[in-house]
């Protein structure tokens, strides 16, 4: 694999860095700075997504009718690891990377026409509704249900774990259609206006005291039957497709790079004691180093598949699980290289809106709230467990 940019890239790249230093603002660069989890406050996210959007880059694995700027591999990796080391917040995550491949692969010719537009505009935000009381890893097993009623279907049910409901005007849902001998069978996907009476949004607060998930409680919701994407029972092929893009369609390794050399500053520090002289934090820092080269390459591989309309396969199982793993490994690390630092703990999120002084320095302000957040990497999105089962199943035909 030749990782050495020609001339055409190399001009790319500093296109990249003129609009970062044009568009990024202080205060975007701060909250991102300060935000703990994989999603930034849509505030910030949106206002990044629309100058993004002005630029005609606002969603990088897109097809290029749809509105993708039609970037080969290696731009589309210039960008993300760019966008990286400068701090740019997380965009419309829901709807960039989830949502739309879906619409785009399955929806109708007016879905495309109405969403897609919106979605790059950052005109809609949207949340995910997968996860249920009981049927999470289990995800076949949900019960939300959808009812037929002439040109509406009524649904009734509850979704748990819904990031960002509370900011989100728009979800996307998987629901029962009908009862079969395969749970998956009678499954569809649906894409609902959460100002649709009847939805109920409560705050579930996790452990670091932040709020970013909920649970929603549809009553009697009516949704229309044109807001079903593709055909009714298939839901369970469109929404693997869509996790299949949101485990393995984007470059973690950048940001995980940046996240490492921030510990390793901290350590090299005389605000944690210089904790980088530890024989213990210097090699373990090199450990993951190691593992954060090797899960940039095979990204690297997954771009070229995907820039040819490959879907990632078993491969975003692989990059999921480790993405998580070395995700959870960096936070570990930070919270040991701060020591007693760690104790002084700030609500998760929005900590750039403080209106006091924070008990210890910014430039640890994150630390713990990253490792609270943390735990939960190797579960959203599909658990270790179940990415091991996927990989021995694709690839190993266990």
Not at 268 to 283: C, F, N, Q, V, Y
Request: net charge negative; with cysteine.
């Amino acid at each position: 694999m030749d990782l050495s940019f020609n001339a055409e890239e190399r001009a790319f790249q500093s296109e990249v860095r003129g609009f970062i230093a044009k568009n990024l603002t202080d205060e975007m660069k701060r909250a991102t700075a300060l935000t703990p989890s994989v999603f930034s406050d849509p505030d910030i996210g949106m206002a990044w997504q629309r100058a993004l959007h002005r630029q005609g880059w606002g969603a990088p694995g897109w097809p290029v009718e749809y509105g993708g700027p039609d970037w080969t591999p290696a731009q589309r990796w210039i960008f993300e690891t760019e966008s990286a080391r400068a701090g740019v917040p997380n965009v419309n995550v829901m709807g960039v990377k989830m949502v739309g491949p879906v619409i785009i692969g399955f929806g109708s010719p007016e879905q495309k026409n109405f969403y897609l537009p919106r979605i790059l505009s950052g005109e809609d935000y949207w949340c995910q509704g997968y996860s249920e009381p009981g049927s999470g890893s289990d995800l076949s097993s949900l019960k939300t249900r959808a009812v037929r009623d002439g040109d509406d279907y009524i649904i009734n049910g509850t979704k748990i774990w819904t990031t960002h409901a509370h900011h989100a005007n728009r979800m996307f849902a998987l629901v029962r259609t009908s009862d079969g001998p395969r749970q998956q069978d009678g499954i569809s996907f649906i894409l609902i206006d959460m100002k649709t009476p009847g939805i109920t949004t409560r705050p579930i607060l996790t452990i670091g005291g932040d709020h970013e998930v909920n649970q929603v409680f549809f009553d009697d919701v009516r949704v229309p039957v044109a807001n079903r994407v593709g055909e009714e029972g298939k839901g369970w092929t469109y929404g693997k497709y869509l996790l299949e893009f949101e485990r393995g369609s984007g470059i973690a390794s950048a940001k995980l790079r940046e996240g490492l050399k921030a510990i390793a500053d901290l350590a090299a520090s005389d605000l944690t004691g210089r904790a980088i002289d530890s024989p213990d934090i210097a090699t373990r820092i090199s450990e993951v180093e190691v593992d954060i080269d090797a899960l940039e390459m095979t990204e690297l591989r997954v771009l070229s598949a995907l820039q040819t309309g490959q879907n990632p396969g078993a491969v975003s199982s692989i990059l999921k699980l480790r993405n998580s793993e070395i995700r959870q490994a960096v936070t570990r690390l930070g919270v040991d290289v701060i020591g007693y630092d760690a104790l002084a703990v700030e609500p998760m999120r929005p900590l750039y809106r403080l209106n006091h002084e924070p008990a210890i320095p910014e430039d640890t302000l994150t630390v713990v709230p990253e490792y609270l957040n943390g735990r939960a990497y190797t579960i959203f999105g599909g658990t270790s467990e179940i990415q091991r089962d996927i990989i021995a199943k694709m690839m190993l035909g266990i």
